[in-house]
């Protein structure tokens, strides 16, 4: 019988534990979530709430204190440096609020930056950079520097970028946060047309017109979900806490 998509990410009463001095801090705090392949999730929390935690854990940018991790049906709790950088290099895509350029790169450079320590030839890197480019609308601006473009522009970069190896999850924290609203809708236009041609996507944010474009919203608070929804059902949950966005 048909099972419907895999899942992805696992995370199973998941704890990070920072020691500050004497106190110990539970950014996470028995954590569970899980997301199958082609969801599109935001992930929203006061600061604080451990979301960032959540994202730097889901990205194999930091490691569990306890409890268990499989990403992609591997169990990532226990890698070493190595195999984590590996992972990451492959199955993850980052795209962060400040774009993260290189600024005297143009655009093909720093969107080919993820393949350079990989065994692809120059032409087969650059033939790569200039499809992702293209999949972004970027592709007359190939051999511009961050300098020359707009803030859209440099997150279509980024995100390009954040794509060029194919990855099983596009993580993007707080992605329209230095952008105008138009940008941003542009930018949010761009993420909904990957996710329909089947990219899985996770995205921090702190917008509510932003989350909406998710098909999930999973709300943080002292280190747990509060609340996992559907995005339409999310309204009536912020609705009855008094529209409180945790």
């Not at 065994?119 to 051999?143: I, N, Y």
């Not at 954040?162 to 999850?169: D, G, M, R, T, Y």
């Not at 946060?177 to 930018?187: M, P």
């Not at 949010?188 to 909406?212: K, N, P, Y």
């Amino acid at each position: 019988m048909p099972t419907g998509p895999k899942t992805i990410i696992r995370l199973h009463t998941v704890k990070r534990i920072y020691k500050v001095g004497t106190e110990r801090i539970h950014a996470l705090d028995g954590l569970d979530l899980e997301v199958r392949e082609n969801e599109y999730v935001a992930v929203m929390g006061q600061s604080g709430s451990g979301k960032s935690t959540l994202m730097n854990l889901i990205g194999c940018l930091d490691c569990a204190t306890s409890g268990t991790y499989e990403l992609d049906g591997q169990d990532v709790t226990t890698m070493s440096p190595a195999a984590l950088a590996q992972v990451r290099n492959q199955k993850i895509g980052f795209v962060f609020q400040s774009f993260e350029l290189l600024p005297r790169a143009d655009a093909l450079h720093n969107v080919e930056l993820p393949l350079i320590y990989s065994r692809h030839p120059v032409w087969s890197r650059r033939k790569l950079a200039v499809e992702a480019l293209t999949r972004v609308g970027l592709a007359e601006r190939v051999d511009h520097r961050p300098n020359q473009l707009s803030g859209g522009e440099k997150q279509r970069v980024a995100v390009a970028r954040a794509l060029i190896n194919h990855p099983s999850i596009l993580l993007a924290d707080e992605p329209t946060g230095n952008l105008d609203s138009k940008t941003s809708r542009e930018i949010l236009a761009l993420f909904d047309r990957l996710h329909d041609e089947g990219q899985t996507i996770i995205m921090v944010t702190h917008e509510s017109d932003v989350a909406c474009h998710a098909q999930r919203i999973v709300r943080m608070l002292d280190g747990k979900v509060v609340s996992d929804l559907p995005t339409e059902q999310d309204t009536a949950y912020a609705y009855r806490n008094g529209g409180q966005r945790l």
